[in-house]
């Protein structure tokens, strides 16, 4: 592929997808509220995701190789495994916590990525990370933390993004992160057909028809799936996975502030000082707090 971009350019995008799916928790509560299941969310959005990779990128189709195929087949897997734990986590806690739970991801990623790669994490890195679950934690907690089945099926949500996360970094500097964009969205929407198609023969589990789920799966999978994983993919290739993981963590910030929008959610100051806690945490893992030594390194340059 073609594209060459810097590590701010491909930090952007980034920014962008955690945006988009800040959003995407609002059109997901949408498509649930119609009557949607977990499946069949999961199935609607990622067979529209799959139907624009394959009409806007199908001259790649044919470049496609089994070595991209078997990785993507992996990647694809912890992410749908990652959404399958996440919505059916949401439905025995709440929002708040399943999105602070969620984003326990970050301080997962440079443990996992340190188990595949065998790559130390720094402190700053690290610290970053903690600091963003704790800002996420100010913005999310505000109904309580109330222990529940939820919370360990969201535990193995996060572990499973953790995992996706770390691969996508690794994968994407060997393969072409477009083929295999392709390769984890139809993948992903075959699970979700399989899984779908299994309760609907034996629960009798059909999706009621409504406006307002079909315009949801309809963003959910242009959207929320189609273009913001490809800026992960993409992005991912020219960043690390542990500013990856920190910039995407701020879909649940993205999150909160669209549904204070939407819905008219007051943001309390528990909120506001979240924000402050996950704005640093991106200071300290983009910058190393190196300006803090500015005045020295000048100084040591003059004197040289």
Sequence with gaps: MGIKMDGKKANLMLLVAAFVWGSGFVGSQYALDAGLTPFQLICGRMFIGSICLCVFFYKKLKTINMAEVKVGLVIGLCLFLGFVFQTYGLQYTTPSVNAFVTAVY???????????????????????????????????????????????????????????????????????????????????????????????????????FSWKGAFSILYLGTICTFIAYIGQNVGQKY??????????????????????????????????????????????????????????????????
């Excluded at 109330?146 to 996508?168: E, K, M, R, W």
């Excluded at 963590?249 to 528990?270: D, H, K, N, P, R």
């Design 106 to 208: 970050v301080v997962l990623t440079p443990f996992i990525r340190w188990l595949i790669i065998k790559e130390k994490p720094d402190v700053y890195a690290n610290f970053g990370a903690v600091l963003t679950v704790i800002g996420i934690g100010f913005i999310s907690l505000t109904d309580g933390f109330n222990l529940s089945i939820g919370i360990p099926l969201t535990l193995l949500c996060s572990l499973a993004y953790a995992f996706q996360v770390v691969l996508t970094d690794k994968y994407t500097k060997e393969y072409d992160p477009i083929n295999l964009t392709v390769i984890i969205i139809v993948f992903n929407f075959i699970l979700a057909l399989l899984a779908s198609g299994f309760f609907a023969l034996t629960r009798h589990d059909l999706p009621a």
């Design 239 to 304: 960043t690390t996975a542990v500013k990856a993981a920190i910039i995407m963590s701020l879909e649940a910030v993205f999150g909160t502030a669209l549904s204070a929008i939407i819905y008219g959610e007051i943001l309390t100051g528990q909120m506001v000082l979240g924000c402050i806690i996950v704005f640093c945490a991106i200071i300290i893992s983009e910058t190393k707090l190196e300006f803090l030594n500015f005045g020295a390194n000048k100084r040591s340059k003059a004197n040289s």
